[in-house]
């Protein structure tokens, strides 16, 4: 049974910061791009960064410059580091595990998500 674990979520006051674990199990983890997407009332889920299996990178454009992920393989874990939170950061995040093989399919997983809310 896959199953991806968010936490870290909570209420923190604008210009602060979180940081977000994801752990997985159930899956091969080092082998799968994984990711952190939000959704805010209202709004379409977007992504928020992603992860290669090789590690590489790639954010979206509101939150380049302030929010950093990571993985370590060892602990089957990928964290979202947010620096000078937003008002407009609130929403729900979410984890995203995705592995693609051109014989096998595309396998994609979701976490359960955590609330973030930025508030004064």
């Known amino acids: 049974q896959v199953q991806l674990v968010e936490s870290g979520g909570g209420l923190v006051q604008p210009g602060g910061s979180l940081r977000l674990s994801c752990v997985a199990s159930?899956?091969?983890?080092?082998?799968?791009?994984m990711g952190w997407y939000r959704q805010a009332p209202g709004k379409q889920r977007e992504l928020v960064a992603s992860?290669?299996?090789?590690?590489?990178?790639n954010y979206g454009d509101s939150v380049k410059g302030r929010f950093t992920m990571s993985r370590d393989n060892a602990k089957n874990t990928v964290y979202l580091q947010m620096n000078s939170l937003k008002l407009e950061d609130t929403a729900v995040y979410y984890c995203?595990?995705?592995?693609?093989?051109?014989?096998?399919?595309?396998?994609?997983?979701w976490g359960q998500g955590t609330q973030v809310t930025v508030s004064s």
């Open positions: 992860i290669t299996s090789g590690g590489r990178t």
């Open positions: 159930g899956i091969a983890f080092s082998i799968y791009d």
């Open positions: 995203n595990a995705v592995l693609s093989r051109a014989v096998a399919g595309r396998f994609e997983y």
